[in-house]
């Protein structure tokens, strides 16, 4: 189905599969609140940036906040100038980042082997868990993402191996687009396409390519393209603001430090761990996927040079990031595509070539009924606690259910290579169905923007809205929903900071323990305060937000 379709598109129209497939996956329900506290954090941060009007230096909670670099802040600021102040205008940067990434994606698959397996490669990666979700979310990792991609589409168009002459444009758009990497996630950003880049040329031997790819021109451009920003960090905090961001933000999360504890420490092996869960449902191929570089008919189908460039672009960044102090899930979206181009790749062999040994070829149909039972299990499992039209929730488990369908139909009347085409077609609409039918009844447990909302019209006509040694949670949703800045009430009180006999304050939690609430509320009434409960959301059986109203006995 899709080799058919993409031989009537012909040229580069592959381009225009990829982009009607990945906002099918992306643009639908925006409307929700936002999710989680990363997502809540990159709104706030975003909107004091357009309340303030400083671009250079961001805040959150009006304090210095140099953990990033203000690139993506400003592409939200700019959708709120354009739109309005809002979750949809939030998110709307990551959309597109998602948007522009898989689609670049489709540009390398098509450079490293044709239009189909670019559409497949853009597939894979759009309709794994983790994309799935900050797709949907005001997510930095998406924009790296996309940096990244596109910079190694750069390298592709521009790279002439063993030649004198390099692309000029392409090589200029490479280096723009690393620097642009640098401004989303600082020094971290081009790190991975300039790893990809080393071990690419290295494994080819083609040494002097470091001299023909013109790093100076690179150095000049980013030089140019930094420096003014570098400039309002000296002018705005002087050295220290350089210390904050390249000391405290860069070194100490490669190496940890008990000077700054920037936490998600974990065991080395954790990675491995979180790309197998996270990857889903594509990583249930890693054990047939990973084999394919190391056969002599699959290095032939792709073109060894290919295989070296998804090699390359895969294992340095992965051990980078397995070698670094700090690790999170999303650090590994920009390598997303390298795993994709593997699990597409064999896909694809297997369609084009031979079916393969009797044991992959069971183990490829066992994952294509898996396929076929996601795409039935999604929309069930999203029934119970849906809230959207019905007419919606219809028409779209019909047509993961008709995908399903063809999945089967497939295992059953043709040879098994051909089954996968029409996998595919079924996990396209799955990701469909789990985002727009799943993803909201999965999120609505970490979505506090009812309980924040409420406290907003409550909080109104007060001065200052209180949390007791606010979270980042309690920060980033109220600050974003409340449009102020939480202050945090010591105990014991300043009493100067308290009305007099009579007169409350509001005090708010937002997503703490049962028990943590409890000894908030034991802590005022033992510092000499009378608390009144104004709001309770149960967010979870062990978590709640509150509002309260505390005054002096």
Not at 304 to 311: A, E, G, L, T
Request: proline share 6%.
């Amino acid at each position: 189905m899709f080799s058919w379709l993409l031989r009537q598109a012909g040229g580069p129209r592959y381009l225009l599969v990829t982009l009607l497939m990945a906002s099918a996956i992306y643009l639908p329900f925006q409307g929700h609140g936002l999710w989680r506290t990363s997502d809540a954090r990159e709104a706030e941060i975003a909107r004091e940036m357009l309340a303030n009007g400083n671009l250079a230096v961001p805040h959150f909670n009006g304090e210095v906040f140099l953990e990033k670099p203000p690139l993506f802040s400003i592409t939200i600021a700019l959708s709120y100038k354009i739109l309005e102040v809002s979750e949809r205008a939030a998110r709307l940067p990551s959309t597109l980042f998602a948007i522009a990434a898989l689609m670049g994606l489709a540009v390398i698959g098509k450079k490293l082997k044709s239009g189909l397996f670019g559409v497949a490669l853009a597939l894979v990666t759009g309709t794994t868990v983790l994309y799935l979700k900050r797709g949907h979310e005001a997510y930095l990792d998406v924009a790296l993402a996309a940096a990244v991609i596109w910079s190694l589409a750069a390298f592709l168009h521009a790279y002439r191996p063993f030649t004198r002459e390099q692309k000029t444009a392409p090589l200029i758009a490479f280096y723009v687009l690393l620097t642009a990497a640098f401004f989303v996630k600082g020094l971290v950003g081009p790190l991975v396409p300039l790893l990809t880049v080393g071990a690419y040329i290295l494994w080819l031997r083609d040494y002097r390519a470091f001299l023909r790819l013109k790093p100076w021109l690179g150095l000049i451009i980013f030089a140019v393209l930094a420096a003014p920003w570098h400039y309002a960090l000296f002018k705005q905090g002087g050295t220290e603001y350089f210390k904050i961001f390249y000391i405290n933000n860069h070194l100490y999360r490669f190496v940890q430090s008990d000077e700054v504890d920037l936490g998600h420490h974990t065991e080395w092996w954790w990675y491995f761990w979180t790309t197998w869960k996270f990857f889903r449902p594509w990583s249930l191929l890693f054990p047939v996927a990973f084999i394919t570089p190391f056969r002599k008919e699959f290095r032939a189908w792709l073109g060894p040079d290919s295989v070296k460039f998804i090699v390359s672009w895969l294992v340095p960044s992965f051990l980078f990031f397995t070698v670094s102090s700090t690790k999170r899930e999303d650090y590994l979206l920009p390598i997303y595509g390298a795993l994709a181009a593997l699990v597409a790749g064999w896909m694809l062999f297997r369609f084009e070539t031979e079916e393969g040994p009797k044991w992959e070829r069971f183990y490829g149909l066992a994952f294509a009924a898996i396929i076929a039972a996601a795409a039935v299990f999604v929309p069930v499992a999203s029934f119970k606690g849906y809230a959207g039209p019905w007419p919606l929730f219809a028409l779209i488990s019909l047509a993961a259910a008709a995908g399903a369908a063809l999945v089967v139909w497939r295992m059953i009347t043709d040879r098994p290579r051909r089954v996968w085409d029409a996998v595919m077609v079924a996990a396209w609409l799955a990701a469909i169905a789990g985002a727009v039918l799943l993803l909201p009844v999965e999120e609505k447990d970490r979505d506090h923007s009812a309980f924040c909302i409420k406290v907003a019209e409550l909080t109104a006509k007060k001065p200052a809205l209180y949390c007791m040694g606010p979270s980042e949670t309690e920060r980033a949703f109220l600050g974003f929903y409340c449009r102020r800045r939480v202050t945090n009430l010591e105990l014991p009180p300043d009493v100067s900071l308290l009305p007099g006999p009579g007169r409350r304050i509001p005090v708010a939690v937002v997503a703490r323990t049962t028990k943590q609430i409890e000894e908030r509320k034991a802590a005022l009434e033992a510092a000499g305060m009378k608390v009144e409960q104004a709001l309770f959301d149960k967010v979870s059986s062990h978590r709640a937000c509150v509002l309260w109203w505390v005054r002096k006995k």
